[in-house]
Every structure is written in structure tokens, then in C-alpha cells.
């Protein structure tokens, strides 16, 4: 498990980091899966050589394994696994890694523990995060409550058992992305209040709780772009933010609806450490859109999906996990510092 204790370790490293600025505040992790950017690229997040890194077909019943979670878990990886069966039912499982990048993903889907009938039962479930808070991990995800979507919530702490808690919101509500430490003494989480649909609009929203039970104080943090940009038709959290010097990082993904349908690409913003729902800065340009063949042929074309990101605050590494074209998990990469200068040079001034 996680040890919150590092962030003392981190605290030393920013002052120990010479000339180039380490700005990560959370845990070092040197295992991270890594690879360097490679020569010639002028992209400030650089595809994996090795994409897709988990391929459709892993498991028997997979039709596709896309938008998933992936954590720091006892020395190694573990995650919540989106996995579209063969019926086409969306379902999470879970898996675990040595090294990040080869996952066994199990073939059954998590049956989650919750002793309350009203909530329990599973229609469907789909785009997870996983988040470390003090003394476990929560698992957030698109729930379906009475058939419609919502944000689904439970704990675990050794990728065995799911406790399944109350819904965060009522429907609908899609992206629900928490915060990996209280705030202001409060559990917090980012979140895209949606429709029933394909919905074609959509801004993100912080709230939080004192219990993970009752959520309100809810605040307008993120909106649209509307001068036809990769961000003009929704916006959504994207992995777990990451702790800076700088505020919070946060990667999301934006949507335009081109002739041919949503194209959804990723960007990144700055939030205020102690009020969250204040953009520090946020990239007029996007950081990474489908252009891969494994991201632009698929169940769903065109679409690039950040759902995780491993952050090493030692080296300022960090490796997200993104679902491509609905249809495979792939993976990229960035420097925290080159990220962060990225960001308030290519910030929106207007939108
Ligand atoms: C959203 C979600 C995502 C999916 C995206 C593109 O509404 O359903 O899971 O990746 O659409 O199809």
C-alpha cells in the first residue's frame, strides 16, 4: 500500500532537485513504467513505443478493455478494469501487474459487497478511477441507479473485496474524480453532471464531503470552450489530479463534434491547492488527440480517454493510462515540469 509518509521524502527531494525544478508532492515511485521522449519529438506527451499496452482481447469474455484505473498497490500495480463483454454488458474487473504495463485481468467481473437493496444492484458500470485516501483505495465509476447514470462509489483495501458505498450524486452525473487527500478537511471529488445520453454538453464541477456519504458545497470549476475547439462541446476529469507546487495537476478529456461525430482529445489545467474549483491556468491547445490507428479505428473512433496517471515525485516522471477508440488501454508519457511550463505558456485567455 501506499505509505503517506513519503510526502516527507518528497518534501526533501524538491529541495534536493539542483537545477531542474521537482515539483510532485506525493509518494516516489521508481517503478513507474517509463520511457524516455523520443528524439525529435517536440510533443509535451509522447505515446508509449509498446501501444496499445493491453489489446481487446485479453480475457475470454472481453469484447474491448478501455478507460481504466491503475494504482501504486504493494510494491507493484493494481487496477479497475473497464471490460465491454461479448453481450456488450459494460462490467469492472480488477487486475494487477509487476510492471505497469503486462496485466491478468480477472476473468469474472468484481462483485461488489453492499448490504443495501436499493442501491445494490448492478445494471451496469463503466470509465473507473481508482483513488488512494489515507487508508484505502476508492473506486469511482459511472454507475447505473434505476437505469440511469450516476457516480458509483466503493472502497477496498486489497483489490479483493468491494464495499460498496452510497451513489456520490443523483443522476445524472458521469466522471466523477476524486481528490487523493482531504481538502480542507473534506473529501473531495470533480464531477460532470450529464443526461441519459450521448450528452452534448458538459462542464466539471468540485464537491465534498465530510463522510463519502453526503456530498454538496458543489462549485463551478471548469467549463466548456465555445470557439470551436477540441473542448467545445464537454469536458470531463480525467485521472486522479496530481499534487504540485504549482496547485493541482489535472489532465481531462474535451470533445468536439465534428461532421463525422465526438472527437474526444486531452488536455490539462492548473487548480488552486486549497480551492480546487479555481483554474490557475488550462491549455487553449490540446496535449494529446486520436491520431493513432489504435485510436482512430475501433468500437468508438477518434477518441482518446485519460482515466489514470502513476506520478514519481523523485524524478517527476509521470505515465498515464488512456482508453483509445473505446476499444483498447494505451499509455504516454510527460515530464511534470515540462507539463506545468506547458500549461501556463499555452494557457486560455479567454473562453
Ligand atoms: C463517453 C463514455 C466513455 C466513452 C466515450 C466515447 O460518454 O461512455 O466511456 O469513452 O463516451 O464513446
Known amino acids: 500500500m501506499q505509505n503517506i509518509l513519503l510526502k516527507e521524502t518528497n518534501k526533501e527531494s524538491i529541495h534536493m532537485s539542483g537545477n531542474k525544478p521537482q515539483t510532485i508532492i506525493g509518494p516516489n515511485l521508481p517503478n513507474i513504467p517509463w520511457e524516455d521522449k523520443p528524439t525529435g519529438c517536440d510533443e509535451v506527451l509522447w505515446r508509449y513505443s509498446r501501444n496499445p499496452v493491453i489489446p481487446r482481447d485479453l480475457i475470454p469474455c472481453s469484447n474491448s478493455i478501455f478507460n481504466s484505473a491503475v494504482v501504486p498497490f504493494e510494491g507493484k500495480f493494481a487496477g479497475v478494469f473497464r471490460v465491454d463483454d461479448k453481450c456488450r454488458h459494460m462490467r469492472l474487473h480488477k487486475g494487477t501487474s509487476e510492471d505497469g504495463v503486462n496485466w491478468r ?103 465534498e464531503s465530510p463522510n463519502m456519504c453526503h456530498w454538496g458545497k458543489h462549485r463551478f470549476a471548469m467549463g466548456t470552450v465555445n470557439n470551436h475547439s477540441w473542448q467545445t462541446t464537454k469536458i470531463g476529469a480525467g485521472p486522479i489530479p496530481i499534487e504540485t507546487t504549482e496547485g493541482w495537476l489535472l489532465i481531462y478529456h474535451g470533445v468536439l463534434t465534428s461532421c463525422n461525430g465526438f472527437v474526444y482529445s486531452a488536455g490539462a489545467a492548473l487548480l488552486d491547492i486549497d480551492k480546487p474549483w479555481k483554474v490557475i491556468a488550462r491549455t487553449e491547445p490540446y496535449i494529446l488527440n486520436p491520431r493513432e490507428m489504435y485510436e482512430c479505428v475501433g468500437d468508438v473512433p477518434n477518441v482518446a480517454f485519460p482515466c489514470a496517471a502513476l506520478a514519481d515525485a523523485a524524478t517527476g516522471r509521470i505515465a498515464m493510462y488512456y482508453g483509445a477508440a473505446d476499444t483498447v488501454v494505451a499509455m504516454a508519457f510527460t515530464q511534470v515540469d515540462e507539463l506545468i511550463t506547458f500549461i501556463k505558456a499555452n494557457t486560455i485567455t479567454h473562453g
Open 105 to 207: 485481468i480477472d476473468n469474472d467481473p468484481i462483485e461488489f459487497i453492499c448490504d443495501d437493496p436499493e442501491i445494490a444492484p448492478f445494471i451496469c458500470g463503466y470509465d473507473p478511477r481508482v483513488c488512494w485516501i489515507e487508508d484505502r483505495y476508492y473506486v469511482t465509476w459511472c454507475n447505473a441507479y434505476h437505469g440511469y447514470p450516476t457516480i458509483g462509489v466503493a472502497y477496498t483495501h486489497d483489490f479483493k473485496e468491494f464495499h460498496q458505498l452510497e451513489n456520490a450524486f443523483l443522476p445524472f452525473n458521469r466522471n466523477g474524480v476524486m481528490f487523493p487527500r482531504k481538502i480542507n478537511d473534506k473529501f473531495a471529488m470533480l464531477s460532470r453532471p450529464s443526461d441519459n445520453g450521448h450528452t452534448p454538453f458538459g462542464d466539471i464541477f468540485y464537491s
